[in-house]
C-alpha cells in the first residue's frame, strides 16, 4: 500500500473511530467534502498545511495521521531510514517531505525534511496555527512570510509565527530544508 493510500485509511480510520462525517471534518477543516474524500482514499496526498487542519479537527498530531505504532523516549531515526525515497510522502502541491520521530507521542514540536522542485511546486500560500523554524541544506529559494519576501540560501534559517501567511518558490532546480513546527496545546 502506498504512503498516501496508508495516510488516507489512517485519516478514515480516525474519523470513523470517532463516529464524526466527512462532511463534518471536512467543513472544521475549510474544505470540500470531495477533497477530504479524495485525501481518504488515497488519490490525493495533501501538503502539511492540509494535514494540520485535518489532525487539528480530529483532535490528534499529525503524527498520529502518519504513525500508527507510538513510542515513549528517544526516537533514533539513522540516515538510511530517510535516505529511501520510499518512505518520503509527496504531495499533491509539488514537494516531498519526511516526518521525523513521527512515532513518539506526546511531541510538541514536528521536525521534517523537505524537498522542492523547480516547476513541479504549485502556487499556494500555507496558513496553520504554531510557529515554523526552516534551516537550508541545499539549493536557494525565495520565502515569502506575510509581505516580507527573503532569499534562503545553505545555512539560512527563517522563524516566524505559522498563521502568517507564507510561500515557497525555489530558485534552483531542486531545494532542501529542514522545518520544524510547533504546535502548542490548548
Avoid at 14 to 31: D, V, W, Y
Avoid at 42 to 68: C, F, N, Q, R, Y
Amino acid at each position: 500500500m502506498s504512503i498516501g493510500k496508508q495516510l488516507g485509511s489512517r485519516i478514515r480510520l480516525i474519523r470513523k473511530q470517532q463516529n464524526r462525517t466527512l462532511e463534518e471534518i471536512a467543513s472544521a477543516c475549510g474544505f470540500t467534502k470531495s477533497l477530504l474524500s479524495k485525501i481518504e482514499n488515497g488519490v490525493t496526498t495533501p501538503p502539511i498545511s492540509t494535514l494540520m487542519k485535518i489532525a487539528e479537527s480530529l483532535g490528534v498530531t499529525v503524527s498520529d495521521l502518519l504513525e500508527e505504532s507510538k513510542v515513549d523516549g528517544t526516537v533514533y531515526t539513522p540516515s538510511e531510514t530517510y535516505k529511501n525515497n520510499d518512505s518520503w510522502i509527496k504531495t499533491e502541491k509539488g514537494y516531498s517531505f519526511y516526518a521525523f520521530a513521527a512515532s513518539r507521542q506526546d511531541k510538541i514540536m514536528q521536525p521534517y525534511y523537505f524537498v522542492a522542485k523547480k516547476g513541479e511546486i504549485k502556487s499556494h500560500v500555507l496558513s496553520h496555527s504554531g510557529e515554523e523554524f526552516l534551516y537550508v541544506l541545499e539549493g536557494e529559494m525565495k520565502y515569502r512570510v506575510a509581505n516580507t519576501e527573503y532569499t534562503l540560501t545553505p545555512g539560512d534559517t527563517i522563524y516566524f509565527t505559522s498563521l502568517e501567511e507564507h510561500t515557497l518558490t525555489p530558485i534552483t532546480e531542486e531545494v532542501r530544508y529542514l522545518a520544524v513546527f510547533a504546535v502548542f496545546p490548548e
